[in-house]
């Protein structure tokens, strides 16, 4: 699903360059679910944000479901974007006026899906979440675990190939991260290939195979037994 080669990506800013990403080689099978450790200023964020074509590597190869991306126009790498890849945010990225089931169905307006086909959709991946009751609540009017639940049920209804999460538990509390854990290995079991971004060992042992990344290297690659987050929750 995934296939990226000698990942370079440096920032400049004014004489100073820092190079992040230092050679980075993986690839991701269909329905996998991978975490992305390592510490504050790893370089995880920019992984991620490459491998969801939100910004672009300096050199080196990135293959997503046998399309190379590379000098992709603006026009063709968000349909892409669109098509393939779901994100998750750690401040949950929701719009704060309207509510779970319109923010759920938003992605989907902007994709041309008529009306009824959208709201029918943003309430079946409300449903999936186990928010059904609260799908006309604002987010203001909702917990932080069942905002994520929200930004989940959004990911999930332009059906992606690939979810790609920034520390999805990064603003939850510990049982809330669990069970937010929980839904996501269960969307796991169900087949969607996931990439959980986090700087926290438990939650890395919830999904399949950490990769470790260390000053933008890639210092360990490797598959775990994974701890169901259910016995916690
Ligand atoms: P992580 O997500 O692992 O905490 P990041 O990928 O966000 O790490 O950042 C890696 C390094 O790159 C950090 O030192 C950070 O300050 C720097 N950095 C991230 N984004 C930018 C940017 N847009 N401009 C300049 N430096 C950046
Ligand atoms: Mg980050």
Redesign the pocket.
């Known amino acids: 699903m995934i296939q990226i080669k000698d990942l370079h990506k440096s920032?400049?800013?004014g004489n100073n360059s820092?190079h992040?990403l230092k050679g980075i080689n993986f690839d991701v099978k269909e329905g996998e679910l991978v975490s992305i450790m390592?510490?504050?200023?790893?370089?995880?964020?920019?992984?991620?944000?490459i491998l969801g074509m939100l910004d672009e590597a300096d050199t080196g190869s990135y293959v997503l479901d046998g399309v190379p991306i590379k000098n992709l126009n603006e026009k063709i790498a968000a349909r892409y974007r669109n098509e393939f890849l779901g994100f998750i945010f750690q401040s949950f990225n929701l719009i704060n006026y309207k509510s779970a089931v319109d923010n759920v169905a938003l992605p989907m307006f902007y994709k041309g899906v008529p009306r009824k086909e959208r709201v029918e959709k943003a309430h079946h991946y409300l449903e999936k979440v186990g928010l059904a009751q609260w799908s006309h609540h604002l987010p203001s009017e909702l917990s932080g675990g069942q905002k994520q639940r929200v930004a989940i049920a959004r990911a999930l209804a332009s059906e992606p190939k690939v979810l790609l999460a920034?520390?999805p538990t990064g603003a939850l509390d510990t049982k809330t991260s669990y069970e937010v854990m929980d839904l996501i290995q269960g969307i796991n079991d169900e087949g969607k290939t996931i990439l959980v971004?986090t700087?926290e060992e438990d939650i890395a042992h919830m999904t399949k195979r950490i990769v470790n990344?260390k000053d933008?290297i890639i210092i360990d690659d490797s598959p775990v037994k994974q701890v169901r987050a259910q016995q916690y929750v």
Do not use: C, F, Q, R
């Open positions: 920032y400049h800013m820092l992040v390592g510490s504050s200023g790893s370089g995880k964020s920019t992984l991620l944000n920034d520390e971004v700087h990344l933008g």
